[in-house]
């Protein structure tokens, strides 16, 4: 998959973020750092992942071993003031709906933990490489 990201004018840093053949996104950097705060910012996107990702990985396993659950819940609060000393702390609550016993309640909290997210978060050694495009882009 292809992700692209342009900005939508040469003054802000309001980006317009395009996945093949999803509906556009937005991102853009709160007030207090000069951007609009129209949209969610980086951060946000990196811990809507981790708990879409926590939702949709107890939903298939509980439909696949046929746990009776409803819905769910995910919350996911971030302390972030030591990020700069390499601390980002993410609490998830998740909030299991349906008749579920405790032995399936415990099941599906141990499973949230094993969505690929999570495991890419914590468990995976992630390598970027970041290059320029060629081309002349100076207009």
Known sequence: M????NSESDSGYRQRIELEG????FTDLPEDLGGE?????????FDVALGSCKALTVTYYARKNDIPLTGI???????DSEERKGNYRLNVKLTLRGPLSDEQRATLLRIADKCPVHKLMT???VTIETRLAEGDFGQ
Do not use: C, F, K, N
């Not at 292809?2 to 990201?5: G, K, P, V």
């Not at 705060?37 to 996107?45: Q, T």
């Not at 819940?73 to 302390?79: A, F, H, I």
């Open 2 to 5: 292809i992700i692209t990201l």
């Open 22 to 25: 999803q509906v556009p996104l």
């Open 37 to 45: 705060g129209s949209a969610p910012e980086p951060h946000d996107y």
């Open 73 to 79: 819940g995910v919350e996911v609060t971030r302390d």
């Open 123 to 125: 468990q995976v050694e």
